[in-house]
C-alpha cells in the first residue's frame, strides 16, 4: 500500500497519465505492468516480482482475493507431512500445497511426498480457501492453500549441514562455510533487501534531488600516509606495490579540485586490520564529497538523507540531530561515542569532596586538573570497573540482565560530535603526533593560528555521526591550501610529503574550499535491523581472522604464479614440513 505523500503524488502521476493516453481505466496485469513507462513504475512501493519469470506468483502474494485462479509456483521445499501437504518457500513467503490422493494424480503425490527438503520444486494448482477452523493468522497466506495438479522437482537437495530455519541455533563458522544456504533464511533475505532499498533511495535523494553525480574512483592506487594498514597489491615491475585504499579520499578532493562540486560513491574499502564484530578487512561506505561547504551545510545533507532513506517500518527520527562538542562528550560519557538513550552521566563531584579527609580524593584534587568523577546508577549497583564510560555501558548491561529497560532497541538517536582535536599523541610514542581524523582535515578556523605555534591545541573541523553509542559516519572540512597541507605533513606529522605530492600539487591549480564525509554502511544497517555484527548485513562476508570460510580464502599460489611478480615466499620451517606431508 502507498501512503502519504507518495500516495498523493501516485494518484495525481496516474490521472495525468490516463489524461495523456486518454485512458478511462487500466487493468494491472503483468503485460501492462512490464510495458508501463519506468519513470510511472517507480512511484509505486511494491515492486512487481512476477514481470519476465515464469511464475504467476511468489509463494508470499496469494490471499483470498486469488480462490479460484490456477497459479504456478516456484520455491523451495520448507517441509513436507505424511504426504498429505507441503509448505513451499521462496524469498517472499511460504505456501501450503494441498498433496492430490486421487489415484489420477498418482504421480504427484509420489513426486512431492518423497521430495527432499530444501529441494527446488514447480508447482501448478488452483488456490482454495482453507477448510473452516484450519486458516493459520500467522502466515500472510494462512487463508489459503494450493491444491497441486502438476509438479515437477527442479533439483533434488542433498542431507543439509544444517536445517534453513531462523530459530535453529548454527555456528558462525558453519554458517558462513554454507553462506548460500544461510542467506535462504528470512532474516538474511530481509536485511539484504533493506539494504538494498536504503541505498536505492540515497541515490534518488543525492542524484535527482541534489544534483550529486555518482563517480566510481580507482581500487588500484598507492599507498596513503598514516591511518589504517593498507593491503598491497604486487605488480609485474619489480618491487613496486599497489595498496587498496582505505577510503577514495584523495580521489574525491580531487574531484572537488576537477570542478565536479559534488560527489557520491558506494564505496568498496579496504583494511588491512583483525576483524572485530562492527570491522571487516573490505567494507562499504556511502562517500560524499562537496565544494563550497561548512560543516553545517554538510550535518542538514545527512540529515535529510537519512530521512529520505529511512525504513517506513522502523522508529521515526526526529532533525536536526542534537549536537556535543569532543570534550563534552568525554566530560559526561566518557567516550566520543556516546550512547544517548539512557542518562546516566558522568558528574564532577570534586567541590563536594573537597574538605572531606578522605587521604585518596585530597591527593587526586592535589594535581593540577585534578577531579573526582562518578555517576549515579539506578537501585545502587556496584562495579569495581575504573574506566567511568565503560562502567557506564557495563551498568546499563547489568541493569537490562535485571529486567530494568534502559536503552530501548526499537529507538534511534542519532548525535553530531564536534570539534576534536587536530592531532593526537601517538600511543607508541607520545612526543609524536598523529592525526585524530586523516591528514587531511583542515583546522578550526579559531584556532588556526596555534597550528604554527602549539598544534597540540588545535581544534579540527572533524565532525562524527553516532547512533545508539556507534559511530555510523565520520567527515571533515578539508585542507585546500597546498602550503598548509605540505606544513601539516612534513612538520607536524614528520610525514614524506613526496607521497602526496599528486594532491599537494593539485591544491596549487585553484582548489576550492570542500568538505565531506562517509557513512558506514555495514554499520549502519546492521544497527537498523539490530544484528549483532555486520556479517549478517553482508552477503559474503569475511570472518573475525579475515577469512572466507566457504571459499578458503586467502589461498596459496604456486612460485609460477608469483614469477611475474618477482616475489618468492620464505615459508617458516613448520609450515615447509606441512606443506611436505
Known amino acids: 500500500m502507498i501512503t502519504g505523500t507518495r500516495a498523493k503524488l501516485s494518484v495525481i502521476v496516474l490521472q495525468a497519465f490516463f489524461q495523456l493516453f486518454q485512458v478511462e481505466s487500466v487493468s494491472f496485469t503483468p503485460a501492462w505492468w512490464v510495458s508501463a513507462p519506468c519513470v510511472f513504475q517507480s512511484w509505486f512501493v511494491k515492486p512487481y516480482f512476477n514481470s519476465f519469470v515464469t511464475r504467476t506468483n511468489t509463494c508470499g502474494e496469494l490471499r483470498s482475493a486469488h480462490v479460484g485462479q490456477k497459479v504456478t509456483l516456484y520455491g523451495w521445499v520448507q517441509y513436507q507431512r505424511q504426504g498429505l501437504f507441503l509448505v513451499l518457500r ?3 513467503g511460504l505456501t501450503q500445497i494441498i498433496i492430490p490422493q486421487d489415484e489420477a494424480h498418482s504421480h504427484v503425490k509420489e513426486l512431492l511426498s518423497n521430495a527432499p527438503v530444501e529441494s527446488v520444486v514447480r508447482v501448478t494448482g488452483i488456490v482454495s480457501s482453507r477448510p473452516l477452523g484450519q486458516e493459520n493468522p500467522k502466515m500472510p497466506t494462512g487463508d489459503i492453500e494450493v491444491k497441486a495438479e502438476t509438479a515437477e522437482i527442479l533439483n533434488s537437495c542433498k542431507k543439509l549441514p544444517f536445517e534453513i530455519k531462523d530459530f535453529i541455533k548454527k555456528s558462525e563458522a558453519l554458517r558462513m562455510q554454507y553462506r548460500y544456504l544461510d542467506l535462504r533464511s528470512f532474516r538474511l533475505q530481509s536485511n539484504l533487501r533493506l539494504r538494498s532499498q536504503m541505498v536505492m533511495r540515497m541515490r534518488e535523494y543525492l542524484c535527482n534531488l541534489h544534483g550529486f553525480v555518482d563517480v566510481e574512483t580507482p581500487t588500484l592506487f598507492k599507498r596513503t600516509p598514516g591511518g589504517a594498514k593498507e593491503f598491497l597489491v604486487p605488480s609485474r615491475e619489480a618491487g613496486k606495490f599497489y595498496s587498496l585504499p582505505q577510503s577514495p579520499q584523495q580521489f574525491k578532493q580531487l574531484l572537488m579540485v576537477g570542478g565536479l ?10 583494511r588491512d586490520e583483525g576483524s572485530r564484530p562492527d570491522r571487516q578487512p573490505e567494507f562499504t561506505q556511502i562517500d560524499i564529497e562537496m565544494s563550497f561547504v561548512d560543516r553545517a551545510g554538510i550535518q542538514r545533507l545527512i540529515e535529510g538523507l537519512l ?3 529511512w525504513p517506513e517500518e522502523r522508529a521515526l527520527i526526529m532533525t536536526p540531530f542534537p549536537s556535543m562538542t569532543y570534550e563534552e562528550a568525554l566530560a559526561e ?8 538513550r539512557f542518562g546516566m552521566k558522568i558528574m564532577d563531584i570534586g567541590d563536594v569532596l573537597r574538605g572531606s579527609d578522605i587521604h585518596f580524593v585530597q591527593n587526586a584534587l592535589s594535581y593540577p586538573h585534578g577531579s573526582i568523577k562518578a555517576i549515579c546508577i539506578p537501585q545502587g549497583v556496584v562495579s569495581d570497573c575504573s574506566a567511568l564510560g565503560a562502567l557506564r555501558l557495563f551498568s546499563a548491561s547489568l541493569l537490562e540482565a535485571a529486567g530494568l529497560a534502559l536503552r530501548d532497541p526499537t529507538a534511534f538517536h542519532f548525535l553530531w560530535v564536534v570539534d576534536f582535536p587536530l592531532f ?7 612526543t609524536e603526533l598523529e592525526s585524530a581524523h586523516h591528514p587531511f582535515t583542515a583546522p578550526h578556523p579559531s584556532d588556526a593560528s596555534l597550528l604554527y605555534s602549539d598544534p597540540t591545541k588545535v581544534r579540527s573541523q572533524h565532525y562524527d555521526l553516532v547512533l545508539n553509542g556507534n559511530e555510523v559516519g565520520g567527515g571533515s572540512i578539508r585542507i585546500h591550501s597546498a602550503e598548509q597541507q605540505r606544513f601539516v605533513l612534513e612538520k607536524v606529522l614528520k610525514e614524506d610529503s613526496e607521497v602526496l ?3 599537494i600539487e593539485a591544491l596549487e591549480f585553484g582548489a576550492p574550499p570542500h568538505g565531506g564525509i562517509a557513512l558506514g554502511l555495514d554499520r ?8 549483532p555484527s555486520i556479517r549478517d548485513v553482508i552477503a559474503f562476508p569475511k570472518s573475525f581472522r579475515g577469512r572466507d570460510l566457504m571459499g578458503s580464502a586467502p589461498d596459496y599460489v604456486t612460485p609460477e604464479e608469483l614469477e611475474p611478480y618477482h616475489i618468492q615466499v620464505s615459508w ?6 606441512a606443506k611436505k606431508n
Do not use: M
Open 524 to 531: 549502519l544497517i546492521s544497527l537498523i535491523v539490530d544484528a
Open 501 to 503: 605530492s599528486h594532491l
Open 307 to 309: 530521512q529520505h532513506s
Open 572 to 577: 617458516p620451517l613448520e609450515e615447509k614440513e
Open 333 to 340: 560519557y566518557g567516550t566520543d561515542k556516546p550512547d544517548t
Open 90 to 92: 521462496d524469498f517472499q
Open 424 to 430: 593526537l599523541p601517538k600511543a607508541k610514542n607520545p
Open 261 to 270: 562540486d559534488r560527489y557520491f560513491q558506494v564505496a568498496r574499502c579496504y
